[in-house]
């Protein structure tokens, strides 16, 4: 049964000179992580570019929900390899990988649990985080959620994933604008090239979409043969 409760996703990051990071975070019923309080009504204004929200909301809260990662990874290049041990929900998944995709995993986790109004429609998928996730598992993930928040919500439409297509571009804007601000804060290329990893998966999102339903639809029909 679904409750509303708490969630905790710690993970343990192993840097090459052996220093271990230990990363919790943990998730409100809202998909807000560690402390952050449920968002008024005015504290999720969305404005019509990340400028617009820094202003309103005195800085940009993606942002700042990974600046403290990327401190952590600024003496990493792309080229180092780390080990990751990531535990949610009663599951353990290890991987020995390049820096930024394990950054890139975490950032997006935190990114979408911030509290950043451009990043609404991707809140949820942060409660069933799937760390490492490949580019067809976000995109069919996403259209799953998706079409339960439009239901939850009752503006189900004919073409329902016009709009996530325009969620997944919200989220192209946001990398860059976050993008941009680590330029200032890393002198290595790791994180950056973290941020270039969840582009990826945005502008695979954006156009992935379509291609996803042509490959699942010999799943989805009722043929056996």
Same mark, same amino acid.
């Given at each position: =049964?679904?409750?509303?409760k ?17 990363i919790? %975070? ?6 807000l992580?560690?402390?952050? +309080? ?14 617009a ?9 993606? +942002?700042? &929900?990974? &600046?403290?990662?990327v401190?952590s990874?600024? %003496? ?7 080990? #990751?041990d ?8 290890? %991987? ?6 394990v950054l ?6 935190? =990114?979408?649990?911030?509290g ?6 991707f809140? #949820? ?7 490492? #996730?490949?580019?067809? +598992?976000?995109? $069919?993930?996403?259209a799953?959620?998706?079409l ?8 189900? $439409?004919?073409?329902?994933?016009? &709009?996530?297509?325009?969620?997944? +571009? ?25 941020? #270039? ?6 502008k ?10 042509? %490959?699942?639809?010999? &799943? ?6």
């Open positions: =049964m679904f409750q509303p708490l969630r905790l996703i710690s993970y343990k990051i192993t840097k090459p000179s052996g220093l271990v990071v230990h919790p %975070v943990q998730l409100n019923e809202r998909g992580a560690n402390g952050l +309080e449920n968002p008024s009504q005015s504290s999720e204004f969305i404005g019509e570019n990340c400028q929200c820094d202003q309103y909301h005195q800085g940009c809260k993606a +942002e700042r &929900a990974i &600046a403290p990662v401190d990874f600024a %003496v990493l290049h792309s080229t180092d390899e780390v080990s #990751a990531v535990d949610t929900e009663g599951r353990t998944i290890a %991987v020995k990988s390049p820096a930024p995709r890139a995993s975490l950032m997006g986790l935190l =990114m979408a649990s911030s950043c109004p451009r990043l609404i429609p809140r #949820a998928m942060a409660l069933f985080h799937q760390p490492f #996730a490949t580019a067809e +598992e976000n995109v $069919v993930r996403a799953g959620f998706w339960m928040r439009s239901s939850s919500q009752g503006t189900l $439409v004919d073409n329902p994933y016009e &709009a996530l297509q325009e969620a997944w +571009e919200m989220l192209e804007d946001v990398n860059r604008h976050v993008s941009e601000k680590l330029l200032t804060r890393c002198s290595t290329d790791v994180s950056s090239n973290g941020i #270039a990893y969840l582009d990826v998966l945005a695979i999102g954006t156009f992935g979409l379509e291609s996803a339903l042509e %490959v699942l639809h010999p &799943a989805f029909s009722a043929r056996t043969h």
